[in-house]
């Protein structure tokens, strides 16, 4: 009986605890959601960068994770997941020649909400 009350004051918790995996290859969209369900914000419009075709301001390439002290940026290929950068929120606000110096390509990013970290896996180096 015990057990069962432990188990069900725990369930609520267990609910709530999710994580978010943005990986290379994955849809965009979806990539793009799961961002946004753990607080990502879009900081592509703050951003000096134009489009080839001169657009301004572009939408979700750089996106801070506040909770995560993570900055992410996402490049897609036919709807997909290209590319991903990975920098520290200190690395990515330092300057622009920092911020390259600190660039990481990775393979995916899993966001644990519960425990509010990101386990990050490298993309090989070419």
């Not at 990539?31 to 369900?37: F, G, H, I, K, Q």
């Not at 990502?40 to 489009?51: L, Q, R, S």
């Not at 994770?65 to 590319?83: H, I, N, R, S």
Request: net charge neutral.
């Amino acid at each position: 009986m015990r057990a069962i009350v432990a188990f069900l004051s725990l369930l609520p918790a267990l609910a709530l605890c999710e994580t978010a995996k943005i990986e290379v290859g994955a849809p965009l969209a979806g990539a793009v959601a799961s961002l946004e369900r753990i607080g990502a914000v879009d900081i592509t419009g703050g951003m000096e960068i134009v489009g080839p075709k001169g657009e301004w301001p572009l939408k979700g390439i750089y996106w801070e994770v506040p909770d995560y002290d993570a900055v992410l940026e996402l490049t897609g290929k036919k709807e997909k997941v290209g590319t991903i950068c990975f920098w520290t929120k200190k690395d990515f606000g330092e300057s622009k020649s920092r911020r390259e110096d600190a660039r990481c390509s990775i393979k995916s990013a899993t966001f644990d909400s519960e425990k509010k970290t990101v386990v990050v896996e490298k993309a090989p180096q070419k």
